[in-house]
Structure formats: structure tokens, C-alpha cells
């Protein structure tokens, strides 16, 4: 384990993702302080405005505090298109560490500082907004929020099942196992994807978004178990007949005992590596369900979600801030996979990724 | 003959599995709290007696296991339901099955002829830039989310105008001469083949370039070159071979990994394969067409790892002993 977080720490790739990491998790877990905006915040007049100009000097070239104008939205009758222009009759100044709208810091403490807000009557959006007029930026924030944080959710569920199912089957051995191992590889015979949107769909529409967000982790869990639990049976194998397996089963400890207790902490290491390395797979599931609309729902801001609206042709073109949650997928994508890349040369110096 | 023999055993030990896979699926769709007969209800070009006669099919009054019975009885005899719309399934997915299949295998292929040649060079160039670069790249290749590269790519079709935007044929397909015809698939399949290609590309180079450092390393290579072969035969007769069987069972996860990706493709370039049939059946919740296309899915799974089965048998004479 030490070996690991040296290598991590040693190797450029891996440290600079690793720092990346941390960043945006900070980020997300101080999300409502530096989001402008909170999470249901929308100007309906203000649909689909392109990121706020931000100007440190002003008309006179002399330099100032930043300041932003506020966008128009007026019909263009020659193109039939709407057309943004600055408003530049009056300045809106950026106000830092100031109060803004009201929230509840990680849903409990109630506080009203944000980190960059603007006055009163201003609207400042860092990363334009969506059709409904809310802030991609803070939405981004939230959003970040669920994406990044479903993967773990689901493996935690995953992990468990796998475990004991692997365990059982592999102790047991015989017909159980037979019938257990046929279990899980007509699981896996169905296309993951297929299965995923077929559980997503038969989803229940009444329900909260807590709810949802629960039985999707679920739904992701239920994908990966099988091939899991496949790969821990074949590490019981090796491990039952050792002789401290032996020695449990001769004191009398039950089946489920030996399993538990003797058995299965001899693959936490496995386990530990087993996560890392499917974290990034996890974040796309997510993002690919709620791409199609079958994940989490408005007005919850996922990743996937947010990028929904990049579907229209006349999205992706004119407005090419809708496109910035799939950067941020792939960046958390390929920050995992680097340190996943490090861990597996640690343990598995055959396998020489790099 | 003692091959045909273990083939012909690797067969048979499909057929518990299509079961439950079936039974599986079945469960699952029926757990859903959606009537299965409320669209076709909802149509008013479909007749009374059809509804009768789909419900009378699928044994709606009777037990779930009942159900199950019926429906496995009618799946064998190939008869598969009708749609919503009142259309036969099976007529359905014998329109989208070849062209989602024409898909995967044409990205099997490329990925094959790329990335095996790249997998070689990377594992020969050990450490040097070259190998570091495809590194660099394959990481990228396979953290892009591929709904959101297909739409990237979509733009460029657009703002390019180089390439159609979704469908598998232009309008105009049937009146086109041959070669002219299959100009347009190529066309028109291109970009979701590089959606997937970068999608899968990545996965079998690593792989294909850790066998080749394995082998490279193992003494019988020392021997060949002790011996004093030259390295062309050292490396295309001896070590080749060795380092591309492991890469046979990945076919098959490849090709689950394809079904699954492609879906979100389909999706994105209005590409009329399975993935996005099914895609639909489940947004309309179209009983019939979801389980049949799910078990379609789930068989050109299991073909597709039984296919790569016996390619390794015949490749690989050291499993012929062990069975």
C-alpha cells in the first residue's frame, strides 16, 4: 500500500492527475461557496445567454475594478435568430466573498456567502446558460457532484455482492458453485449497455430525486457484480485450502465465517485495485444514462444530463458552452485512469502499462 | 475430430445459458409496473382481435412462470410478437441486427489491423518516444466519453459538410448502380466507425503490446536469437504467435464491449441498429421489441465468444490437450 502512494507520488502523470483530483473534488464539495448561483436558480428571460464578458479596463483605458454589462436578448427579423447584445449602459461590478442567494452549505449549515457574486440586478454567467436560463457554470458545480461521486456510491453497493457471491460460490465449490457461476455468466452475456437502460426505464416517474439517485447507484451496481464476483471465486480457489482455512474449520467456525473473516481479507489488495480501475467506467455509465435521459432527471444537474442539450445540432453550433461537461468527463476519466495505469504497474510489474 | 468434438460440447453449454439469460430478462421486463398491451390499446389502427390474440399470446391472465412458458414456446418457433405500431418484430429486427453487425465487425477489423501492427511496434520501441506518444494517445482514446465524441464529430459534419449526418443510406440508395451503393454505406458509416474505433483501439493495443514485452522476455525468444535467427523471424515466426492468442479470448469481450458502446453511437448518428431499436422500444416501453431485441443482443454475444472459443482452439494447440 505504501508503495503504491510513493509510485503515485514519484511518477509525473499520476501526481498531476492525482492533484487534479483533488481539485475538483474540493471544488465540488465547496460547490454551493463558489458556484454564483444556487442549483434551481433560473432567469427565464436569460435563455441560452453566452458566457458573461468579463472587463478589468474600462472605455477609458484606464484599469478598474472587474466589471461585467448584462446581455439583451433581441429577435433578429432578417435571420430569424435571437441575437445577444451587451447591454452597455450600465456596469454590474463583480463583488468577492460578498452575500448572495441563500443556501445550505452541504444541505445543513444555512449561509449566504458566495465566492464571486454581482450586484444587484447583474447577472454573471461565467459559463453562459442553458434553455431554461440557469447558470452552466454553478450547474456544472452540482452537477460534478452526482457524476463523480455515483461511481464510488455504486461500487461501494457492488463490491459487497461481489464478494460474498464469489465467496460462497468458491468455498462451497460443487454443484452451488456450478449453478451460482452459470448465474453470473448469463449475467454477463447481456450487453451491459442494453441491460442498464432497460432497469433505468422500468424506473418507477414518481419519484424524489434522492430516490432516483439511490436506485441508479443500484442499477449500476447490478451491472458489474457478476464479472466481479468471477474473479473473486477464482482467488478463493487458490486461497481454501491453506492451512489457516483449515485450522478455522477445525475450531469450528461456520461456513460463512471462514468466508467472511478468513477468506475474503485476503483480497483486499485485489479489491482496492479492482475500484480505482473502474471508478472512470462507472462515471460513463452515469453520463451515457442521463445522456439519453435515462439517469438522473432535471432540474438535478448531472453531467450527463447537462450534456442532453447537446444533442440539437443548433445547440452544439451556436452555443458550444453546453459542450463543457463532456471536457470535464473526460478529464476526471483520464485523470483515474492514469493513477489506475501507476497502481496496476506497482502490483503487477509484468503488466508494464507504461 | 477431437476438435469438432469439443466445439460441438462448447455448443451445447450454450444452450443453459440462452435460458437463463431469457428467464432473467423476462423477470426483469415484467417487473416493470407498465401494462404491456397499453400502446397497441392506444392505436387505433390495430384491431380488436390482434389485442386479443397478443394477449391471449403472452398469457397475460395467467401465472408469470406460465408467462415465461408461452413466451419460450412461441421465441423458439421464431415467432416474436408484434411492435406498437402493429409491425411484426422479427420483420424488425432482421432489418437492424445486420447493420449493427456490419458495424462492430468492421470496427473489429480495423482495430485488429491497426492495433495489432502498433501493439508490435510499441512493444519493439519499449520506452523510446514513439511508445510513450501511442501511450499518451491511447489514454485519451479511451477516457473520451463516446456519446460526447460522436457529437463532436458531429459538428464537424456539419460545419464541414464532408460527411452525412446520420442514417446508414442517402435517400436516394435504391436508385444508385452498385458501386455507388456501397460508396454510400462506407460514407455514411465512417464516422461512427471512428467513434468506436478510438473507442476500442486503445484497449487491444495496450494489451496486444504487454503480450509482445512478455514474450520478448520469455527464454524461448532468447534461444530463437541465441540461436542465431534473424529478428524478422524471431519476432513475426515465434513471437507473434504467442502474443496474439491471449488477444483471441479478448475478441469476444470486445465484442460485448461493441454491442454496449455502440448503443450510445447508434444513438447519437441516427443509426439504425439494434442498440437504438432497443433504445426506442424501452422510451415507448414496448414489451415484445425490448425482451426480443435484448435476447438478440445477448446471442450475438454468446456467438461471438463461442466464435472466438474456436478460433482459439484451432490457433492454440496447448488447449486441445488440456480438454
Not at chain 1, 445567454?49 to 478598474?64: C, M
Not at chain 1, 462451497?172 to 458453485?177: T, Y
Not at chain 2, 502498433?118 to 466519453?145: C, H, N, Q
Not at chain 2, 524478422?232 to 479470448?249: D, G, S
Amino acid at each position: 500500500m505504501k508503495e503504491i502512494i510513493t509510485q503515485l507520488i514519484k511518477d509525473k502523470f499520476a501526481k498531476i492527475a492525482l492533484i487534479l483530483l483533488g481539485l475538483m473534488y474540493l471544488a465540488l464539495f465547496f460547490a454551493d461557496f463558489l458556484a454564483p448561483y444556487t442549483k434551481d436558480f433560473s432567469d427565464r428571460t436569460m435563455a441560452y445567454v453566452p458566457p458573461s464578458k468579463i472587463f478589468t479596463i474600462d472605455e477609458n483605458g484606464q484599469l478598474s475594478k472587474p466589471y461585467t454589462y448584462n446581455y439583451t436578448r433581441e429577435f433578429n427579423q432578417d435571420t430569424l435568430e435571437m441575437d445577444y447584445k451587451l447591454n452597455r449602459s450600465k456596469k454590474y461590478y463583480l463583488k468577492f466573498f460578498s452575500s448572495g442567494q441563500p443556501y445550505k452549505f452541504l444541505g445543513l449549515i444555512p449561509m449566504k456567502r458566495h465566492f464571486v457574486t454581482v450586484e444587484p440586478d447583474g447577472r454573471l454567467f461565467l459559463l453562459g446558460t442553458d434553455i431554461n436560463g440557469r447558470d452552466v457554470f454553478s450547474r456544472l458545480l452540482f452537477g460534478g457532484r452526482i457524476s463523480m461521486t455515483i461511481g464510488f456510491l455504486a461500487l461501494f453497493v457492488l463490491f459487497p455482492i461481489g464478494l460474498l457471491y464469489g465467496g460462497i460460490s468458491g468455498y462451497l465449490g460443487g454443484k452451488v458453485d456450478n449453478i451460482m457461476m452459470r448465474f453470473a455468466e448469463a449475467v454477463m452475456s447481456i450487453p451491459s449497455f442494453y441491460l442498464l437502460i432497460i432497469l433505468a426505464s422500468i424506473l418507477p416517474s414518481g419519484m424524489t430525486s434522492i430516490q432516483r439517485f439511490i436506485l441508479i447507484v443500484v442499477i449500476l451496481a447490478l451491472i458489474g457484480w457478476a464479472s466481479f464476483a468471477r474473479v473473486v471465486r477464482g482467488m478463493v480457489l487458490s486461497i481454501k485450502n491453506q492451512e489457516f482455512v483449515q485450522a478455522a474449520k477445525s475450531i469450528g467456525q461456520s461456513k460463512l465465517g471462514i468466508i467472511v473473516r478468513h477468506i475474503l481479507p485476503q483480497t483486499t489488495s485485489f479489491v482496492i485495485v479492482a475500484m480505482t480501475l473502474s471508478v472512470p467506467s462507472y462515471i460513463l455509465s452515469e453520463s451515457g444514462l442521463s445522456f439519453l435521459g435515462l439517469g438522473i432527471q432535471q432540474p438535478d444537474a448531472s453531467w450527463g444530463n447537462m450534456l442532453k442539450e447537446a444533442q440539437e445540432f443548433t445547440n452544439i453550433i451556436y452555443r458550444p458552452w453546453l459542450l463543457t461537461p463532456g471536457f470535464l468527463i473526460f478529464v476526471a476519466v483520464l485523470a483515474f485512469n492514469l493513477i489506475g495505469d501507476t497502481i496496476r504497474d506497482v502490483l503487477d510489474p509484468k503488466s508494464r502499462v507504461r | 475430430m477431437e476438435i469438432l468434438k469439443y466445439i460441438f460440447k462448447r455448443i451445447l453449454q450454450t444452450i443453459p445459458l440462452l435460458i437463463i439469460v431469457s428467464l432473467i430478462s423476462f423477470f426483469i421486463i415484467r417487473l416493470s409496473p407498465v401494462d404491456p398491451l397499453a400502446e397497441l390499446r392506444l392505436n387505433p389502427s390495430v384491431s380488436k382481435e390482434t389485442l386479443e390474440k397478443e394477449s391471449h399470446r403472452l398469457g397475460l391472465d395467467k401465472p408469470i412462470i406460465v408467462q415465461y412458458g408461452k413466451w419460450a414456446k412461441s421465441f423458439i418457433k421464431g415467432d416474436l410478437g408484434i411492435t406498437s405500431n402493429g409491425e411484426k418484430v422479427s420483420v424488425k429486427l432482421k432489418e437492424r441486427i445486420p447493420n449493427t453487425l456490419l458495424l462492430t465487425v468492421v470496427v473489429i477489423f480495423l482495430t485488429w489491423v491497426v492495433g495489432i501492427p502498433l501493439g508490435i511496434l510499441a512493444a519493439l520501441e519499449w520506452k523510446t518516444y514513439f511508445d510513450r506518444l501511442l501511450t499518451v494517445l491511447t489514454s485519451i482514446g479511451m477516457a473520451i466519453p463516446s456519446f460526447f465524441f460522436a457529437v463532436l464529430l458531429l459538428i464537424f459534419a456539419v460545419k464541414t459538410g464532408w460527411f452525412p449526418v446520420g442514417g446508414l443510406t442517402s435517400a436516394n440508395f435504391t436508385d444508385m448502380g452498385l458501386w455507388a451503393q456501397i460508396k454510400d454505406i462506407v460514407h455514411h458509416l465512417f464516422l461512427p466507425v471512428i467513434v468506436l474505433f478510438t473507442l476500442s483501439l486503445a484497449g487491444l493495443q495496450r494489451q496486444m503490446r504487454a503480450n509482445m514485452l512478455d514474450v520478448l522476455d520469455s527464454d524461448y525468444i532468447r534461444f530463437a536469437r541465441a540461436k542465431g535467427l534473424s529478428e524478422f523471424k524471431v519476432i513475426y515466426k515465434h513471437a507473434l504467435r504467442n502474443a496474439v492468442n491471449p488477444l483471441i479470448t479478448l475478441l469476444g469481450f470486445e465484442f460485448a464491449g461493441l454491442l454496449s458502446g455502440a448503443a450510445l453511437t447508434e444513438y447519437v448518428f441516427q443509426y439504425p441498429g439494434l442498440g437504438r431499436l432497443i433504445l426506442e422500444a424501452v422510451l415507448k416501453s414496448d414489451i415484445n421489441l425490448v425482451m426480443a431485441s435484448l435476447m438478440m443482443g445477448a446471442i450475438m454475444l454468446i456467438v461471438g465468444n463461442l466464435i472466438a472459443d474456436i478460433l482459439l482452439i484451432i490457433t492454440d494447440p496447448r488447449i486441445r490437450v488440456k480438454s
